[in-house]
């Protein structure tokens, strides 16, 4: 019922900014939790940022990263500074339709596809 699609990775140099996108279709997501998750080579996925009743930043990107809404549009966004090559991996958005913190642990309804982060330096 819900599409997500990630968008604005790439790659940049230690340091450097980012700005991930996640448009939502099929309903409007306003009321879901949201959150980022990332996963890098030969390693299991783990939250990022989550946005639900309140935001949760993991310690590895706290102060760093920030992830807000764009109601009107539908659409997530992980602003992501100071990357350092430990970020590269490939992000995904999630959003859960139950508006709380479970999404923090992986659970949720909709999944995008992924979107490549490569750090070097």
């Known amino acids: 019922q819900v599409q997500l699609v990630e968008s604005g990775g790439g790659l940049v140099q230690t340091g450097g900014s980012l700005r991930l996108s996640c448009a939502a279709s099929?309903?409007?997501?306003?009321?879901?939790?949201v959150g980022w998750f990332r996963q890098a080579p030969g390693k299991e996925r783990t939250v990022v940022a989550t946005s639900a009743l309140s935001e949760y930043y993991a310690d590895s990107v706290k102060g760093r990263f920030t992830i807000s809404r764009d109601n009107a549009k539908n659409t997530v966004f992980l602003q992501m500074n100071s990357l350092q090559p430990e970020d590269t991996a490939v992000y995904y958005c999630?959003?859960?339709?139950?508006?709380?913190?479970?999404?923090?642990?992986?659970?949720?309804?909709?999944w995008g596809q992924g979107t490549q982060v490569t750090v070097s330096s």
């Open positions: 099929g309903r409007t997501i306003s009321l879901y939790a």
């Open positions: 999630a959003a859960d339709r139950s508006f709380s913190s479970r999404i923090a642990s992986g659970r949720a309804d909709y």
